[in-house]
């Protein structure tokens, strides 16, 4: 099962995610912050507000994404 494992903020929507599985790949968010609760994450004070759970990232209004997306969209870092 894939997995977030460490997460660094970058810059502006941008993250350095490492998997489980030792790749690290750099996600810029912004194309996917849309809509009633990815939206708020615009608000780049909202936006760095995330942690890590046991799979994957979640931000504090709840929001989270499947670490297997985050893997298909990032770019190798």
Known sequence: MLKVVDVDYVKDYTLRLTFNDGVVK???????????VFGELLDKNKFVQ???TPVTIEWA???DLA???LYEIGEAA
Request: charge should be negative; avoid cysteine; aromatic fraction near 16%.
């Open 50 to 52: 995330y942690g890590l």
């Open 67 to 69: 670490p297997e997306f």
């Open 61 to 63: 209004n709840g929001a």
């Open 26 to 36: 750099t996600v810029d968010l912004k194309p996917y912050l849309h809509g009633e």
